[in-house]
């Protein structure tokens, strides 16, 4: 039972017969409620057994799914084939380089969430039998939003300076790192401020904002740099006042 | 089985043309240099001012030409563009907290654009008129 047939636009590459990537059309039935998904499911269930691509919880939760849905970075479970026009171009994220069809090499992100130490950093270890570390709700509040991430890397697809620079180290790794800095429970600032407060850090960035314009979470990474670099511009200064203050 | 990604290099001039809101960056980025060369003309005019009043006077002629007053009106649409970007991004650059509970974007805008609105009434108010 189909309610609209739409046409998928779909970027093919495939390393061992191809040169270069290559459009291929697939015509497909699609239901009301169906999201690219669901029609990229359709496709390798029934047209295209070759198809390959990322996905797993359907929901927006994981964070696979990432790709450009007509040219603008998506979760292709969360775009609704309703909301888009007969035909879907559909591409693998930008500024990634394609390891097959829709799917990228993720590998420099990795590297780059490893490098500004996305965990807390605590002052002292504490055993499990000693018990939780306690938080009140205000000091959850400062960073939760922060916590939403699921690396499904939209936002270096959208990131102009990511795409001509990719040594940036870029708007998810970098929001996880705020998010860290401002845990009360985390002393880990300055472990992580070679990384982050230096020029492929935070000082790439020139605040296009894409970034949190795409974000699927709303995350908002864009703020979180910023935010960055008031506080590192703050230490900077506060060097020259008060250096017997540094660590 | 053999790995060979395949990269798409992003376009290195053109980039920013792919997306409106890469446009709107650019306008937003360009909007300085018109600023900057407005303040660099309002630096040369107080040049000017301190050779006396025939080159002052020379100097005021020149800014009222055709030219002059094209780039004041570009100059003053950018500016007026750079401020409005500026003041919406505050809130994300400065959120503020005050008693637990955060400060709603909207209001911290409209803080900067009330600060922007008594800092023109004082200018104003010296040297206006």
Request: include cysteine; aromatic fraction near 10%.
């Amino acid at each position: 039972m189909s309610d609209r047939t739409i046409e998928l636009e779909i970027l093919r590459y495939d390393p061992e017969q191809d040169d270069a990537p290559h459009f291929q059309t697939y015509t497909v039935p699609c239901q009301e409620d169906w999201v690219v998904l669901d029609a990229i499911n359709f496709v390798k269930e029934n047209l295209d057994r070759t198809l390959s691509y990322r996905w797993s919880c359907h929901m927006a939760v994981c964070g696979s799914c990432g790709m450009a849905l007509n040219g603008e970075p998506a979760l292709a479970c969360h775009a609704f084939v309703r909301d888009y026009p007969e035909r879907i171009r559909i591409e693998p994220l930008q500024n990634f380089p394609i390891e097959r069809d829709l799917v990228v090499v993720m590998d420099d992100f990795m590297e780059k969430l490893a490098a500004v130490r996305p965990y807390v950093i605590a002052a002292e270890e504490k055993d499990v039998e000693d018990g939780e570390h306690l938080q009140t709700p205000a000091e959850l509040a400062r960073y939760k939003q922060y916590t939403a991430c699921i690396n499904c890397l939209l936002c270096y697809s959208a990131c102009p300076q990511y795409g001509l620079n990719d040594s940036f180290i870029g708007p998810a790794a970098l929001a996880l790192a705020h998010r860290y800095n401002l845990d009360s429970r985390d002393v880990g600032r300055s472990a992580r401020e070679d990384v982050v407060a230096s020029n492929p850090g935070i000082w790439e960035c020139s605040f296009v904002g894409a970034c949190s314009e795409v974000c699927p979470k709303s995350v908002d990474p864009a703020a979180a740099i910023q935010q960055t670099k008031i506080a590192s511009s703050g230490d900077y200064f506060m060097k020259f006042l008060m250096p017997w203050k540094r660590k | 089985m053999s790995r060979r990604p395949y990269l798409r290099e992003q376009s290195k001039s053109g980039w920013w043309l792919s997306q409106p809101r890469y446009v709107r960056y650019m306008m937003r980025e360009v909007s300085a240099a018109f600023i900057g060369i407005y303040a660099l003309i309002l630096i040369i005019g107080v040049h000017r001012l301190s050779q006396g009043e025939i080159a002052y006077a020379s100097f005021m002629a020149s800014t009222k030409g055709p030219a002059g007053l094209l780039f004041a009106a570009a100059a003053m649409l950018f500016a007026v563009y750079h401020t409005l970007t500026w003041f919406q991004v505050t809130p994300k650059a400065m959120p503020l907290t005050l008693s637990g509970k955060r400060v709603p974007g909207g209001v911290i805008v409209a803080a900067h654009w009330l600060g922007f609105a008594v800092a023109s009434a004082a200018v104003w108010l010296l040297v206006g008129s």
